[in-house]
């Protein structure tokens, strides 16, 4: 599967514990890019979020080489 396979196809459809799934759907999230793209401010303000939900969506990246794509961007320094 390629890397916008991955971030674009419905979470429902891909390999996550329907536990997951659900919580992402109550969360409001369809696919995985709108998790990554949501930022991580967004994700930790949102009241349903757990670190057993970050662990699952951590294991699932890292699994399928991924993982680069939740970390925050990396400002350069004009100075």
């Not at 890397?3 to 674009?8: R, T």
């Not at 196809?9 to 949501?38: P, W």
């Not at 930022?39 to 057993?52: D, I, Q, R, V």
């Not at 970390?71 to 100075?79: D, W, Y």
Request: with cysteine; hydrophobic share 35%; proline share 3%.
């Amino acid at each position: 599967m390629k890397n916008d396979e991955h971030l674009d196809g419905k979470i429902i459809s891909l390999d996550f514990n329907a536990g997951f799934k659900q919580q992402c759907a109550v969360m409001g999230y369809d696919t995985l890019r709108e998790i990554i793209e949501s930022g991580e401010e967004k994700l930790l303000a949102n009241p349903l979020f757990s670190y057993t939900w970050l662990h699952e969506l951590s294991r699932y990246l890292i699994k399928n080489g991924l993982i680069q794509y939740l970390q925050p961007a990396v400002e350069k320094n004009g100075g």
